[in-house]
C-alpha cells in the first residue's frame, strides 16, 4: 500500500513538472497587447484563464464534448456488455470474426473513419445531425468498452453462478444478481475509458462536426490554426487539471486498479 501511495505521489510529481508547469509559465507570464511575449517580462497574469471562461465558443464546445460523451460512452457501454456476453460464454460460427470487427476500429485510422462517416453522412442527408455524431462516435469508442469488460468476463469466477442454477435460479436472476455485480468494476472501466476517448477524439471529428456541434478538440485545432497567443495554453492546462483532479476523485472513491483494470 505504502509502494503504491508512493508511485502515485511521484506519477502526479511527474505530471506537474513535465505537462501542468511549462503551461502555466506561458499563461501567467506577461504578454503584450497584441498578445506576444515581450521579454523581459515584469509580471503575471491570469486573463487568459479568465479569458477562457468568457470565450462563447469554448464553453459550447466544451458542453458539446461533455454531452457526446456522456451520450457515447453510455451507448458503447451499453452495447458492449451483451457482445461480450456473447463472445466470451457462448460458441458460435463467425465469433472469431464478430470479436475482429467489434474490435476493427482500434487498427483503422480514425482519418480514413472519418473520411468514411462524411461520404455517408452526406449521401443520406445527415451531416450536422448530433445524433448520427453520436452513432459516429460509439462505433470508434465501443472497443475500448469491449476489451476491458471481456477481460473482467475472462477473470470471473463462475462457481457462484453455477451454485445459483444448481438452486434453481433463473438466467436473468443470475445476472441480475451475481453476474452483473461481479462485472461492475469492467463495466465502469469501460464506461470510463469510452468516456475520456470520445471526449478526447480529434481526427475523426473533424470531418464529422457541424457548426452547432463542434467538440472542444475541434475548437481548440480551429482556433490554434488562427491564433497564436497563449489561449491554447491556457485551455490545455484547465483540462488537464480537471482530468487529474477526477482521477484522483476516482481513486479515492473506488480505487483507479477497480475501474481501471476491472478488479473486483
Known amino acids: 500500500m505504502q509502494k503504491n501511495g508512493l ?26 497587447p497584441q498578445n506576444t511575449l515581450s521579454l523581459p517580462w515584469d509580471g503575471v497574469s491570469l ?7 468568457h470565450h462563447p465558443d469554448f464553453v459550447a464546445s466544451f458542453w458539446n464534448s461533455a454531452r457526446l460523451a456522456l451520450f457515447s460512452a453510455t451507448i458503447s ?3 458492449a456488455v451483451p457482445s ?34 462524411l461520404r455517408l453522412f452526406s449521401f443520406i442527408g445527415a451531416t450536422g445531425s448530433f445524433g448520427w455524431l453520436v452513432a459516429a462516435h460509439v462505433m470508434v469508442i465501443m472497443p475500448y ?40 468494476p469492467g463495466i465502469s472501466g469501460g464506461w ?19 457548426p452547432s456541434t463542434i467538440t472542444l478538440p475541434v475548437r481548440m485545432y480551429m482556433y490554434a490554426s488562427e491564433s497564436i497567443d497563449p489561449m491554447m495554453a491556457a485551455v490545455s492546462t484547465l ?22 483494470v476491472g478488479k473486483g
Open 7 to 32: 508511485f502515485a505521489l511521484a506519477f502526479h510529481s511527474l505530471i506537474v513538472l513535465f505537462v501542468l508547469a511549462p503551461l502555466i509559465v506561458v499563461c501567467l507570464v506577461a504578454f503584450t
Open 239 to 260: 483540462m488537464i487539471a480537471l482530468t487529474g483532479i477526477t482521477m484522483i476523485i476516482l481513486d479515492r472513491l473506488f480505487g483507479l486498479d477497480q475501474l481501471l
Open 47 to 53: 486573463r487568459w484563464f479568465s479569458a477562457v471562461f
Open 84 to 117: 461480450a456476453l456473447a463472445i466470451t460464454r457462448y460458441s458460435f460460427r463467425g465469433r472469431d470474426a464478430l470479436n475482429a470487427l467489434f474490435l476493427s476500429p482500434l487498427i483503422i485510422p480514425h482519418l480514413v473513419i472519418g473520411v468514411a462517416f
Open 145 to 184: 468498452a469491449l476489451r476491458l469488460i471481456l477481460a473482467a468476463l475472462n477473470g470471473m469466477d463462475l462457481s457462484a453462478e453455477m451454485a445459483a442454477r444448481t438452486l434453481g435460479a433463473g438466467e436473468w436472476i443470475v445476472f441480475r444478481r451475481i453476474t452483473f455485480p461481479m462485472l461492475l
Open 77 to 79: 457501454t451499453t452495447l
Open 192 to 210: 470510463l475509458l469510452a468516456f475520456i476517448n470520445s471526449f478526447d477524439e480529434l481526427t475523426m471529428s473533424i470531418f464529422v462536426t457541424a
